[in-house]
């Protein structure tokens, strides 16, 4: 079935680096831009990044920039997010998501959780 | 970068209330506005794009309105399985897509 998975989180100590994936199934991935969104405990959504869907673009929230990367690989189905430098802040659910238009998201994971703590 | 803001942050309403929420940009976005729904320990999903057009398999009781800047969700007859979390967003078709705050929705 149309399907996106979340894989990759867990506990980190601050300063360390983390993968993030998301494995795309039931639809043509290379046709579409994906984001991941993230959710800080007890808190609101926040866009995190996006990659277009020929991997050619990709955007970043200020707060990531330079520490985080996204990138995908078409052939694998797969979007990845590394994470360097890690913070406190950085503590949330990571929520990967399918873009259409480059205007919303019809369909979403069900998120991996980064605990950032020493 | 546009603001989205959200009003009110929570409401407590009766089943079968009608329920508004809105959402402010700081500037004009046309009709770029999108509306999610989260329940408590799950991903949110889409339930309103371009400001009116309703996702499918969302329910009917469901619709959006506004142009501009101003924009609301209505809820036409609130269901128990309506509790959740609403979020607005921009929908322009630039980084970043800023999520409203949020709209915590609770039954009476």
């Known amino acids: 079935q149309v399907q996106l998975v979340e894989s990759g989180g867990g506990v980190v100590q601050p300063g360390r680096s983390l993968r993030l994936s998301c494995a795309a199934s039931?639809?043509?991935?290379?046709?579409?831009?994906m984001h991941w969104v993230r959710q800080a405990p007890g808190k609101g959504l926040e866009w995190v990044a996006l990659?277009?869907?020929?991997?050619?673009?990709?955007y970043y929230v200020d707060s990531v920039k330079g520490r985080f990367t996204i990138s995908r690989d078409n052939s694998k189905n797969t979007m990845y997010l590394q994470m360097t430098s890690l913070r406190a802040e950085d503590t949330a659910v990571y929520y990967c998501?399918?873009?259409?238009?480059?205007?919303?998201?019809?369909?979403w994971g069900q998120g991996t959780l980064v605990t950032v703590s020493s | 970068d546009i603001q989205m803001t959200q009003s009110p942050s929570s409401l407590s309403a009766s089943v079968g209330d009608r329920v508004t929420i809105t959402c402010r940009a700081s500037?004009?976005?046309?009709?770029?506005i999108n509306w999610y729904q989260q329940k408590p320990g799950k991903a949110p999903t889409l339930l309103i794009y371009?400001?009116?057009s309703l996702q499918s398999g969302v329910p009917s009781r469901f619709s959006g309105s506004g142009s501009g800047t101003d924009f609301t969700l209505t809820i036409s007859s609130l269901q128990p399985e309506d509790c959740a979390t609403y979020y607005c967003?921009?929908?322009?078709?630039?980084?970043?897509?800023?999520f409203g705050g949020g709209t915590e929705v609770e039954i009476k």
């Open positions: 998501a399918r873009d259409i238009n480059s205007r919303w998201y019809d369909l």
């Open positions: 039931g639809f043509t991935f290379r046709n579409y831009g």
């Open positions: 990659i277009w869907h020929d991997g050619s673009s990709k």
């Open positions: 500037q004009s976005i046309s009709s770029y």
């Open positions: 371009d400001a009116f």
């Open positions: 967003q921009l929908g322009y078709n630039t980084a970043p897509l800023t």
